[in-house]
Nanobody, 118 residues
């Protein structure tokens, strides 16, 4: 059984920073690709950033230059450093993972809430 657990969310003022963590545990037995998504109330879930076993990290245009993703392969963990937060970044942030050879991100967490006040 594979578990994905996010942490690090909270409430900050505009311009502040938060660092989210995503730990994938269980019987993965593979190198992981990991992504962050977010969903604000009344809106669809959207891609935020990805960290891949092979290749460079990827970012949605709306976070480029503000958010940075990193990973610790030994711990099956990735981190999303979020700087310059804006009220429009307010959302539930979800981590998803898959084995690098898999086609879909089947391992998903329950999310961590990020709230940014103006």
């Amino acid at each position: 059984q594979v578990q994905v657990v996010e942490s690090g969310g909270g409430s900050v003022q505009a311009g502040g920073s938060l660092k989210l963590s995503c730990v994938v545990s269980g019987n993965t037995h593979c190198t992981l690709d990991m992504r962050w998504y977010r969903q604000a109330p009344g809106k669809e879930r959207e891609f935020v950033s990805g960290s891949y076993a092979l290749g460079s990290p990827s970012y949605a245009d709306f976070v480029k230059g503000r958010f940075y993703i990193s990973r610790d392969n030994a711990k099956n963990t990735n981190y999303l450093q979020m700087n310059g937060l804006k009220p429009e970044d307010t959302a539930m942030y979800y981590c998803a993972a898959k084995c690098s050879w898999a086609s879909s991100y089947d391992y998903r967490g329950q999310g961590t809430q990020v709230t940014v006040s103006s």
